[in-house]
Each structure stands twice: as C-alpha cells, then as structure tokens.
C-alpha cells in the first residue's frame, strides 16, 4: 500500500512539475491572456480591457484591444488607435489609424475580424 501511494506520489509531482515548463523566453502571468513567440509579446488583461505589450520593454503596443488574431508569425490586433501588426519573428511593429491605409492582404483578414 505504501509503495503505491509513494509511486502515486511521484507520478503526480512529475506531472506537475512537467506541466510547469514552457519554452517562453518572457513566461506568462497571472494577467496573461495570450502570448506570442518567445513571451515577449502579449495580450494582458487590464481593469476591463485587454492591452498589447512588449513584457520586455514594458511598451504597450496598443492599450486597448478589441479584437486580434494569429496568424502565425503575425498577430493582427484592432484596438482603439487603429490596426496593428506585429511580426514576432522580427518583432516589427506596423501601426495604422485607419483601414485604407493597410496593405490590401491584411485589410481583407481585418475587415472578417471586424465582422465577427
């Protein structure tokens, strides 16, 4: 009974500890709601809305998120400035302030964003 329970144990605890590991450079938080690539990039809940931050350099991307979408490796994020894109391979950040001036590919997955 004891070798069982013991064995029991230790499966337990390396399930735990297994489960723990991630391969995020910047791990989550309490307040994560997303991330995106090494960690660097994510989606934080706030008082009532959601912000896009660089947890690296404490930079908030846009402070208000409505909407986003990965599309692997970018992340399409509309929020109350306008409409970004972040390539988090190459952590490049394009922001617009209004749809017409996004290149035509993305406007079309920002205008099915917007009708969801």
């Not at 290149?103 to 917007?114: H, L, R």
């Amino acid at each position: 009974m004891k070798k069982t329970y013991l064995f029991l144990l230790i499966i337990n605890f390396l399930l735990i500890v297994s489960g723990c590991s991630s391969d995020y450079r910047y791990p989550p938080g309490k307040d994560t709601v997303d991330i995106f690539g090494n960690g660097k990039f994510q989606i934080l809940s706030g008082t009532g809305d959601n912000n896009f931050m660089n947890v690296e350099t404490q930079e908030d991307i846009e402070l208000y998120v409505y909407k986003y979408k990965e599309i692997e490796p970018l992340v399409y994020v509309i929020g109350e400035s306008g409409y970004t894109i972040l390539n988090y391979q190459t952590e490049k950040v394009k922001k617009y302030k209004i749809i017409d001036n996004v290149p035509t590919k993305q406007q079309e997955i920002f205008v099915k964003m917007e009708k969801k």
